[in-house]
């Protein structure tokens, strides 16, 4: 047998010995999540074909996308999803004040472990790949018929791998990591293929890392991103998790694509221009053109809005305050994140900063709500798409960037190196 | 099944965010959501699509979110196909699962121009371009979304193996 990652995950999951890449299978599914946008449209889909979901267990709704509800319409899509999840007597009750990001919450509450089939009715579900998961953005009536049967169609996938060597820099992550690849091989660089992420550099990456890496797989158009099952990804489940979990490795003579030698210690402090995420510039080539000034800053979201993210921004904005001309909005991505930045103090130095310290949702990043930008506008912002019109007007701009780079530039009003900000 | 239309054309890259922005999906009224078609990147286009018209567009068509609020928005606003280089996969799924349909056509893309006549004939995978008198061949559906798409959507698909 000769089988990436992926594909072992996928053929087990289809109950056959082999997949090969381009074979059209039927998987059964290990978790079905879906959110206050894509959950509601799914709901009279899913009664043309059920009464009952197929496992109350493995069905998670999650209310974060235009929570705390912005209008009266957003109101009741939270409602219909809270409904059906009482009605349907489903495990997990997710709601505002005590959950948050889909993203986020998924792995905190160990709901999601290695070696699982996932699908998640929002693009960025292919995060869990980050323990060793198959877990793949999908639509709405794809969700419903996973919410129904438990089963859905795939496409196996090829792969590129990605053999990581050596140690980040300080002032340097997973964000970095993941724009510069993109930037690399393009948006559509991984179109329909897995990114499998391999090499001695992996232990070097936090679980935080690989999750923000996994995150923006689907932005180079990648079908999942996964990485192997190390001491750090078994220690973070222990803690997060009850759930018995399987560890997939790929054959040693599996076939990729492409293989793509990733040196992280050269990595740079990385940012994507408007508009797309693979628009990537270093960090030395920004320090040489004219400073491009901003208005706000975005440090959360599914993308960089995790415990350590928060730690490396805080670092930076410590003692400091945010530039006059500049707004930041801080948003932790779960309730357990928020409190952790009140005990570690973090909370008080972005609150005394100037920063404004939000409650969990996915507001800012896709332009719904909690900081929408103005004609001309521009935000460095830690989410993970800058896409025309995304975070409010259409002339508005976004500079993707790590949570390091965002606090840098929060306190310099321009897009700022946090390698020097941060000393 | 054919289709005929005149021919709207898009460049790569196409993102789910311009197809139908995050700011109007407190809905998933087809009707609502079709009236915002296409605003970000083109607001003239509501006004200007007709029934059928046909959508051409470069690489990596739908990119983005997994909203299939995006797909259900163009069809809805009248448009009977989209031909693209390529297509992001979560879209390329969204669009089969609502029976909308969508083709790969990377010579068809590069030639038909905006304003062009065009006619497909979906059983064959042909395209006619009647303004420039051309014929590309897009690539077929493999049988199992033949079956689907035959079955008129997943749901369909899914109720019918049910029995």
């Known amino acids: 047998m000769s089988m990436t990652m992926t594909q072992k995950i996928l053929a087990d999951h289809a109950e056959l010995k082999e997949v090969v890449a381009g074979q059209l299978i039927e998987a059964k599914l290990d978790v079905v999540m879906a959110n206050d946008i894509t959950g509601p449209m799914a709901l009279p889909i899913f009664n043309q074909m059920a009464d009952k979901v197929f496992d109350k267990d493995k069905v998670v709704l999650v209310p974060d996308h235009f929570t705390p509800n912005k209008d009266i319409k957003s109101a009741e899509n939270s409602k219909a999803i809270r409904e059906f999840s009482k009605n349907q007597c489903l495990t997990y009750h997710m709601e505002q004040g005590k959950c948050g990001v889909e993203h986020a919450i998924l792995p905190e509450m160990g709901i999601v472990v290695a070696g699982e089939c996932i699908i998640g009715a929002d693009s960025h579900t292919c995060t869990y790949g980050a323990l060793g998961a198959f877990s793949t953005g999908v639509g709405t009536t794809d969700i419903a018929t996973g919410m129904a049967t438990g089963q859905l169609w795939f496409k196996v996938p090829s792969a590129i791998q990605f053999v990581l060597k050596g140690k980040l820099p300080p002032y340097v992550s997973g964000k970095d990591v993941i724009l510069h690849i993109i930037g690399r091989i393009g948006v559509d660089g991984a179109l329909y293929k897995s990114m499998e992420f391999v090499g001695e550099g992996v232990k070097e990456l936090s679980m935080d890392d690989r999750f923000t890496i996994c995150n923006m797989a689907i932005e180079a158009g990648a079908k999942n991103g996964i990485f192997p099952v190390d001491e750090q990804t078994r220690e973070y489940m222990k803690k997060h998790s009850t759930k018995v979990f399987k560890v997939y490795e790929a054959d040693e003579d599996a076939l990729y694509d492409d293989v793509i030698e990733i040196d992280l210690s050269k990595i740079v402090p990385t940012v994507a221009f408007p508009h797309l995420p693979g628009n990537a510039h270093t960090m030395d080539e920004i320090n040489e053109n004219e400073k491009i000034y901003i208005d706000q800053v975005v440090i959360g979201s599914c993308t960089n809005g995790r415990l350590s993210d928060l730690r490396k921004a805080a670092a930076i904005l410590k003692g400091k305050k945010v530039a006059d001309h500049v707004r930041v909005m801080v948003v932790p991505a779960t309730q357990k994140i928020f409190v952790q930045c009140i005990q570690e103090g973090l909370a008080e130095i972005f609150v005394e900063a100037g920063c404004a310290l939000n409650t969990p949702s996915c507001g800012p990043c896709m332009g719904g709500h909690m900081g929408v930008m103005a004609k001309g506008e521009k935000c460095v912002s830690t989410t993970n798409r800058n896409f025309v019109g995304r975070m409010g007007d259409t002339e508005s701009l976004i500079y993707l960037a790590s949570p390091e780079t965002a606090a840098a530039s929060a306190i310099a009003g321009y897009i700022a190196d946090p390698r020097k900000e941060g000393k | ?163």
């Not at chain 2, 083709?103 to 006549?117: F, H, S, T």
């Open chain 2, 1 to 163: 099944m054919k289709a005929n239309g005149i021919v709207l054309k898009y460049g790569d890259n196409v993102d789910t965010d311009v197809i139908i922005p995050a700011r109007y999906l407190n809905s998933f009224d087809a009707k609502e959501l079709a009236s915002h078609a296409m605003v970000d990147i083109d607001p003239t286009f509501v006004e200007r699509v007709n029934p059928g018209d046909i959508m051409v567009a470069g690489k990596n068509f739908g990119c983005g979110s997994s909203r299939e609020h995006a797909p259900l928005a163009l069809k809805t606003a009248g448009v009977s196909c989209v031909i693209a280089k390529s297509f992001a996969r979560i879209f390329y799924r969204n669009s089969i699962n609502i029976g909308f349909a969508i083709l790969e056509c990377e010579e068809a893309a590069n030639d038909i121009d905006e304003g062009n006549q065009v006619e497909i004939d979906f059983d064959t995978g042909k395209i006619y371009n009647l303004t420039k008198n051309k014929e590309y061949q897009a690539q077929p559906f493999p049988e199992f979304l033949q079956k689907m798409i035959q079955a008129n959507g997943l749901v369909n698909y899914v109720n019918e193996k049910k029995g």
